[in-house]
Nanobody
Framework: VQLVESGGGLVQPGGSLRLSCATS????????MSWYRQVPGKERELVAL????????NYVYSVKCRFTISRDNAKNTVYLQMNSLKPEDTSVYYC????????WGQGAQVTVSS
């Protein structure tokens, strides 16, 4: 079982990044997929969620209208498009899968700074 995030990095405020989470070893299309983020000293925060079919999404208020979660069940991959990034979006972003078990990726650092 693997969840591998990619696409993190350093970006200026107002910029964009797209995170990808490529998965293997489980039936991706059965799983609700989410993105969480965590900064040192704080609890991990749910950022965005997408249902197994992709028919419904939810976002934490602070990223609504800026971030978009999507999935490609044929590629076993979930994405997080992040636009209009702010310094407070700086965090490690984790891919999360939930069905009968909970699975986590290793995290991808996103730094928003000028």
């Amino acid at each position: 079982v693997q969840l591998v995030e990619s696409g993190g990095g350093l970006v200026q405020p107002g910029g964009s990044l797209r995170l990808s989470c490529a998965t293997s070893g489980f039936t991706f299309s059965n799983y609700v997929m989410s993105w969480y983020r965590q900064v040192p000293g704080k609890e991990r925060e749910l950022v965005a969620l997408i249902t197994s079919s992709g028919g419904r999404t939810n976002y934490v208020y602070s990223v609504k209208c800026r971030f978009t979660i999507s999935r490609d069940n044929a590629k076993n991959t979930v994405y997080l498009q992040m636009n209009s990034l702010k310094p407070e979006d700086t965090s490690v972003y984790y891919c999360h899968a939930r069905f009968r078990v909970v699975l986590w990726g290793q995290g991808a650092q996103v730094t928003v700074s000028s």
